[in-house]
């Protein structure tokens, strides 16, 4: 079945630097469109960035030249890094797959910007 297990988050001090890691199975990662969600305490879910099978991203407007996604299709894992950190960037980060019009989430990774 689709797996998507997510990792790297962690309590971190603005200005600072995460790599988030999105680990899939159960499907042909490489021909997918992978995508980032957030959602913040209080929140509703935020897209973050997406990258098509190619290698082409996306990015929202609040973390775009901070945050870069990025895929291994060997490793069948999914990226963010992300850079310049901000307190607003506290959430609660998913890994995202559409399959045949259903969605696929992971369980999450808690990144936390605070001093």
């Known amino acids: 079945q689709v797996q998507l297990v997510e990792s790297g988050g962690t309590l971190v001090q603005p200005g600072g630097s995460l790599r988030l890691s999105c680990v899939a199975s159960g499907f042909t990662f490489s021909n997918q469109i992978m995508t980032w969600v957030r959602r913040a305490p209080g929140q509703g879910l935020e897209w973050v960035s997406s990258?098509?099978?190619?290698?082409?991203?996306r990015y929202a407007d609040s973390v775009k030249g901070r945050f870069t996604i990025s895929r291994n299709n060997f490793k069948n894992t999914l990226y963010l890094q992300m850079n310049s950190l901000k307190l607003e960037d506290s959430a609660l980060y998913y890994c995202?797959?559409?399959?045949?019009?259903?969605?696929?989430w992971g369980q999450g990774t808690q990144v936390t910007v605070s001093s």
């Open positions: 990258i098509d099978s190619g290698g082409s991203a």
């Open positions: 995202n797959v559409l399959l045949a019009g259903d969605d696929y």
